[in-house]
């Protein structure tokens, strides 16, 4: 697939991407553009790349060894993988909820602030206190924990906890979120209450999820792209990709987990 | 730098602070490793010289007033330059060589401990009289440094030209024979039983809590034990291969039982489960499937806690085996020095000359050292299997 | 049913005399811990027996001769934590230093060499070091303290304290290690996530978490450095001496045990039973060390859920 004309009206441009880890080539001329304000979901059966991918757009992937990454990664008008661009300020912008709720052994609190207070975003008092406020508020958790925000994260049950993770990154005042199966390990019951946040986020922020979850990804997703063995198999819109995949892999796979 | 949205100049102070972290860690590892380095550069440097000791070529006559007044043996200039440990040998040798009887002959024999100081350029108390006699064997090619053969076929002796290596390291072998017949079989069933057969109770937990805190015992306190129990309680002698072996046993005990537990434990549950789809019994499949599997890594463990006894001075300073042992131990109930008590000898000896026999006894306990530890490695990663 | 039990019979038989055999050998590990006790409790009661227990703990003279022996442990003591604050003022800055690098920014290649180095380090007899701490860093400090018009002497409680620390880096380091790559990555990719960088997640994040581990590995280094006997035997002094001034000679606990054993003393004098006072003491501090270090270690592996270790 190629990206053809102007890519500038999208928040985020992958081009001709390649990942190699060690011999193992994982991401094969990648093209992808993403919508400002819409969710974007990643899908394809396991060891696709669909997870390295999203690894690829806030340089997570530059914390392991032996990665090499070519191409390029396009945020707001600017390639993140430029010498001028430091990869600490990119995941200032671009924030990411993994898979397994991993708060810190902290408080709620402190969950929230650690970051704020190292960028420099809040001052330790008031200014800190309103920002756990609106962000919980966000996250929709903060009628739960408003009595409780000096209690350790790691109290909370297993979706509350993701929903603190996602309140921490949304505290960094990122423009993107990534979101890395945030509810595999969750119940259906917390699977919905994140899935119905999501909605109300994407009002706010640029949501890419990667989710091996099919109807998952009908539900919530504007835009779909297929993985398959490292390469964008199709795209397209959510509605369309669904209902007539062009790709004959995209149909066996839909068809497949659709029985 | 405007068209760039993540431009962010806080962060220049946020990475310097990181380079902090960085370089701290960093300078630890160095001083870490120079030290090492420079330890071990000073070992060799101070050992070297032991390699060599002086040799000197004089007339010896083997008379009959030489067997009572062995210093006659040689010409009167030579009585301080000859090593008087070689002298006090020279009935010996007419003993067994009743032949020499009447002779004399020119010989190398070994040089006192001062004139090798001397040639070696180190500390000594020669005289001016003597330095210039050596000066002048010196230009007559009658004094020179050769091979140190006496260090690895003598036994210890408080003439320090004449102090070797050899009683101390048939000592340790006997006593980590001892050693290692006490501990391996101990070691193993008790891994054996914790890891296949014990069930969770308290009694199980408590072998647990007592062998690791058996591990942070310090090793002094097992000399109490070995002196007040194996000496003073059983009567065992004293100073002997069998009561230090016992000692370090103890000691080399919880290593063994540790090492080996991990090596069941990385046996994979489905080589059990063959064996009890065979009918066999639980002590078959442990004795003849787990246990051989086992094995490379119950071995590699042994062979650390070994390395670990061989080195250990303490507890056989307090059972007495730091004796003055001359002659080379023939069985495990007779008096013995070991490598280390041997060095912690040496280091407290006043001449000179120890200095550098302790180092090179340090210089031999580490290869040995260094060589056990390769062996264990090199076993580790033979025998390494992944399931 | 008699088909089966015909041949199980005698395997079984077999079976429980060779488990019988196991645990008998397991039970030798618990016979030596309380025999290492009963072998010190009981002489070390003979000794409070002939000599007033609240001298021992309160005394702050030691000294032993033909006409009267006093044993007050004040000085023994006070000799003993100093050396032992030297060694951990060494060894737990290094330690910490050297696995902060090797789980953090050591490369797997570079981990490959430095583990078999620190190895070697750990594997040096404590015999070699005190050697090399009376030959070479006792006058080294002599030197070093004269260039500054101060005395120091040659068996100076720094130089053994420098030397200890270095014996202990390994056991500081090589836990320490083990404890900081066994915090969840989850962790750290969280912190990483939220725009921090490497140095800031490390202290924020991943030193916190592994805090009891640290606790447990200086414990136990702590532990390893008070029951050090040769480094001290052969490089500090032997005379019992209160004093702050870490330049000075001082003994320790150690030390007098293996000085009163290894004279020429009846075993039964005063003068020898008073080393299984001082072990006892020590037994009960390296033991309760070692507990406090484990409950640590347990604290931090129960709150990440980690079963190595």
């Known amino acids: 697939m190629k990206l ?61 060894d032996e990665v090499q990454i070519q191409g390029r990664v396009i945020v707001d008008g600017k390639n993140i993988y430029d010498k001028d661009v430091d990869e600490v300020a990119v995941r200032k912008r671009v924030g990411m909820v993994f898979q397994q709720p991993n708060p810190f052994p902290k408080s709620i609190f402190e969950n929230i602030t650690y970051a704020p207070l190292k960028h420099k ?31 350790p994260g790691t109290s909370l049950s297993g979706g509350q906890q993701q929903r603190l993770c996602i309140a921490r990154t949304i505290a960094v005042k990122p423009t993107v979120i990534l979101m890395d199966e945030p509810t595999s390990a969750l119940d259906p019951i917390s699977t919905g209450v994140i899935e119905d946040l999501m909605m109300q986020l994407r009002e706010k922020f640029t949501i890419v999820i990667v989710t091996h979850n099919m109807q998952q990804a009908a539900r919530i997703s504007d835009a779909t792209a297929y993985f398959h063995l490292g390469e964008l198999v199709e795209t397209g819109t959510t509605e369309d990709l669904f209902a007539n995949p062009k790709e004959k892999l995209t149909q066996d796979y839909i068809r497949g987990r659709f029985g | 730098m405007s068209n760039n949205p993540f431009y962010d100049p806080s962060l220049k102070h946020r990475h310097r602070s990181a380079y902090m972290l960085k370089l701290l860690s960093r300078l630890s590892i160095l001083f870490t490793l120079g030290f090492l380095l420079f330890f071990l550069f000073d070992m060799v440097r101070t050992a070297l010289p032991a ?68 040639l070696k350029g180190h500390y000594h108390n020669l005289k001016e009289k003597e330095i ?82 058996l591990a942070a015992i310090p090793s002094i306190l097992f000399g109490l034990l070995g002196l007040s129990v194996f000496i003073n309680l059983f009567g065992l002698p004293r100073s002997t291969p069998l009561v230090g072996g016992m000692t370090l046993a103890l000691m080399t005990l919880p290593i063994i039982i540790v090492s080996a537990r991990a090596a069941l434990r990385s046996v994979p549950a489905s080589i059990r489960q063959a064996g009890y789809g065979l009918g066999l019994t639980k002590l078959d499949i442990v004795k003849d499937h787990v246990v051989p599997i086992a094995m490379p890594g119950i071995l590699t463990g042994s062979i650390i806690g070994l390395a670990q006894a061989i080195g250990e001075t303490a507890p056989l300073i307090i059972i007495g085996m730091i004796a003055f042992i001359p002659d080379t131990p023939q069985s495990i109930v007779e008096a013995a020095t070991v490598l280390p008590a041997q060095v912690f000898t040496w280091a407290g000896m006043p001449e000179r000359a120890y200095v550098e026999k302790t180092a090179a006894g340090i210089i031999v306990i580490l290869v040995i050292l260094i060589s056990l530890n390769a062996t264990a490695i090199y076993l580790r990663k033979k025998y390494e299997t992944k399931w | 049913m008699s088909v089966f039990t015909l041949t199980n019979h005698r395997r079984s038989y077999k079976e429980k005399a060779i488990v019988t055999l196991l645990v008998v050998a397991s039970v030798i590990s618990i016979v030596t811990t309380i025999g290492i006790l009963f072998s010190i409790l009981f002489q070390a009661i003979e000794f409070f027996q002939l000599k007033s227990f609240w001298t021992f703990v309160t005394g702050t003279e030691w000294y032993v001769s033909k006409q009267e022996s006093v044993f007050g442990s004040v000085p023994i003591f006070a000799g003993t934590f100093m050396i032992t604050a030297i060694a951990l003022s060494v060894a737990i800055p290094v330690g910490l230093g050297n696995a902060i690098y090797m789980s953090e920014y050591a490369g797997s290649n570079v981990r490959k060499v430095l583990k078999p180095l620190l190895e070697i380090l750990a594997g040096i007899p404590t015999v070699v070091y005190g050697f090399f701490a009376a030959l070479t860093v006792a006058p080294a400090v002599v030197d070093l303290f004269a260039g500054f018009d101060i005395t120091a002497t040659y068996n100076s409680a720094l130089a053994c304290g420098i030397v200890m620390g270095v014996m202990i880096i390994p056991v500081i380091s090589s836990l320490s290690d083990d404890v900081l790559r066994a915090v969840p990555s989850a962790q750290r990719n969280a912190s990483y996530a939220l725009g921090m960088t490497h140095s800031e997640t490390i202290r924020n994040i991943v030193l916190p978490a592994a805090t009891p581990g640290i606790i447990s590995a200086s414990l136990l280094g702590f532990s390893k450095a008070i029951g050090e006997t040769m ?15 870490p330049l000075e ?33 020590l037994f009960v501090i390296t ?21 190595t270790l």
């Open chain 1, 4 to 64: 053809n004309g102007d890519t500038s009206q999208f928040k985020i441009v992958a081009e001709n991407l390649n990942l190699h880890y060690g011999d193992n080539h994982a991401l094969k001329a990648v093209d992808l553009a993403i919508n400002e304000r819409e969710i974007t979901a990643l899908i394809g059966p396991s060891g696709c790349g669909k997870s390295t991918f999203l690894r690829c757009l806030n340089r997570m992937n530059d914390l392991i």
């Open chain 1, 121 to 151: 975003l809040v001052k330790k008092g008031t200014e800190a206190e309103s920002l756990v406020e609106s962000s919980l508020k966000s996250a929709g958790l903060w009628s739960e924990v408003k009595d409780k925000l000096h209690s």
């Open chain 2, 51 to 118: 390699t060599w000791q002086a040799y000197v070529q004089v007339e010896v006559s083997y008379s009959e007033r030489a067997k009572k007044f062995t210093r006659t043996a040689v010409p009167k200039e030579y009585r301080k330059v000859v090593s008087r440990a070689w002298l006090r040998n020279i009935p010996r040798q007419m003993e067994e060589d009743p032949g020499l009887l009447g002779t004399t002959q020119l010989l190398w024999v070994l040089a006192d401990d001062q004139v090798d100081q001397y």
């Open chain 2, 132 to 213: 210039a006699f050596i000066e002048r064997l010196k230009t007559e090619n009658t004094i020179k440094l050769d091979w140190n053969g006496v260090f690895f076929n003598n036994g210890d002796s408080k003439i320090p030209e004449y102090a070797g290596i050899r009683s101390a390291i048939v000592g340790s072998v006997l006593t980590m024979l001892v050693t290692m017949a006490i501990a391996f079989p101990i070691g193993v069933m008790t891994a054996v039983y914790l890891e296949e057969f014990a069930k969770d109770n308290a009694f199980t937990h408590f072998i647990e809590v007592n062998i690791n805190n």
């Open chain 3, 231 to 245: 480094i001290v035997v052969m490089a500090a002094g032997l005379r019992p001496n209160l004093t702050w001034n």
């Open chain 3, 249 to 281: 000679d001082m003994t320790t606990v150690t030390v007098r045990i293996v000085d009163s054993l290894v004279g020429d003393h009846a075993f039964d004098s005063p003068q020898t039973l008073s080393a299984f006072a001082l072990g006892l003491i």
């Open chain 3, 287 to 307: 033991l309760a060390l070692n507990m406090v270090s484990v409950m640590q270690i347990r604290k931090f592996k129960a709150k990440y859920r980690i079963n």
